[in-house]
């Protein structure tokens, strides 16, 4: 599979599960995970030129996959690229190739020149991002940039009108879609801006979505960054939970010794500066360690100081996140906060068991 797109996920997929590996997880499918890296990899060397069976490209190098709208496949494998760059940068390897090894930085710059392409270094000098430099698609086939603005024009204009009247016209649009990224030039990079040559000139949510998440990672230089691999972050410190027994009616609380069912191990997962100050990132790991399920959880968190996702909140407790009900044995669910401090405090105020006839409560 040399494809990756809207409604193709499959490289997607094999790209996910090479993560699962290279965090050293999911061994006990290994047989099956290592064919789906196998594809994954297969995908990255198609599209750098260096596998078996390459992407075809233009004589300018941009990746071709079709006529209609090819840069939806460009922005969506350069996103692929980025990832999996950065994937092996965390796990410390590179990608055999039919060539030999690739190094994680050559799939990293390579879709960089995919995006230089697109913002305008290619053979006609065009920006195929609306409003982007100084020469880029003027006749977008949309029909909101094709209308002229309710601020300029307040004169009704009817759906038929519109498009008699206006997206019929051979002007430049009157309303500026800032941002859009069109369909892209043909395999020989010649490009016809015209409103009805929808093959080209049609913007898609689907080539701004990839790029959008290149653009965000080429921000930040080619230093690597690291995708959650532990292979590379500082050795996880797990947090001290001596739950307390939470008062339930007709029951005596007692202490909740340290093989407590419930298990919590925090860790840093990355971290960036901004502003002068240093953000971390948070993964909080809550395990089921009892051979009965999990039926319900409130969690006490202290000395949180940003956003927190992953939890659902009652007042100062925090329980089972919307969609989980409860937590089979052997089982973690994870929930992740942002801010500018040293881990949170987090512990077990509460949980239940279920068992035959009822819930334990602890």
């Known amino acids: 599979m040399s494809e990756f797109s809207w409604d193709v996920k499959y490289a997607g997929v094999q790209v996910l599960v090479s993560k699962l590996l290279m965090q050293g997880r999911g061994r006990q499918h290994a047989v ?49 690229l980025t990832v999996y760059s950065d994937y092996l940068s965390s796990a410390r390897k590179s990608v055999n190739c039919a060539v030999g090894n690739v190094a994680p930085s050559e799939l990293l710059s390579f879709a960089k020149s995919q995006v230089d392409y697109i913002l305008g270094d290619n053979p006609r000098a065009t920006s195929y991002m609306v409003g982007y430099g100084n020469n880029y698609p003027r006749q977008v086939h949309h029909r909101a940039s094709s209308i002229v ?19 019929s016209r051979k002007a430049s649009d009157p309303n500026l879609l800032t941002g859009a990224t069109v369909g892209g030039p043909d395999a020989y990079d010649n490009f016809a801006d015209q409103r009805d040559n929808y093959e080209q000139t049609e913007p898609a949510t689907y080539n701004n979505a990839p790029l959008l998440g290149v653009l965000a990672r080429l921000s930040g230089g080619h230093s690597g960054f690291n995708q959650l691999l532990p292979v590379v972050l500082p050795s996880p410190k797990p947090i001290a939970t001596q739950p307390t027994p939470a008062q339930q009616p007709k ?15 925090q860790k840093m997962t990355t971290s960036w500066n901004a502003k002068g100050r240093t953000y971390y990132r948070y993964s909080t790991i809550v395990t089921n360690k009892s051979t009965k399920t999990l039926k319900s959880i409130n969690l006490s968190i202290s000395n949180v100081y940003g956003p927190l996702w992953g939890l659902s909140r009652s007042g100062d407790k925090y329980g089972f996140p ?34 035959r006839g009822g819930n334990l409560l602890q």
């Open 322 to 355: 919307a969609w989980l009900n409860s937590l089979p044995a052997g089982k973690s669910f994870e929930f992740v906060y942002i801010h500018s401090a040293p881990p949170a405090d987090v512990s077990v105020s509460s949980y239940s068991l279920a068992y």
């Open 149 to 167: 603005s309710i601020k300029v024009d307040p004169s009704f204009v009817s759906c038929r009108g519109g498009y008699a009247t206006w997206f």
């Open 32 to 80: 099956v995970f290592e064919k789906y890296q196998q594809k994954a990899e297969y995908f990255m060397c198609s599209c750098i030129g260096k596998g078996g069976r390459n992407v075809q490209r233009t004589p300018g190098g941009l990746l071709y996959r079709q006529r209609w709208n090819n840069l939806q496949f460009v922005t969506s494998a350069s996103f692929l």
């Open 251 to 265: 029951t005596t609380p007692t202490p909740v010794s340290s093989s407590s069912p419930v298990s919590i191990e």
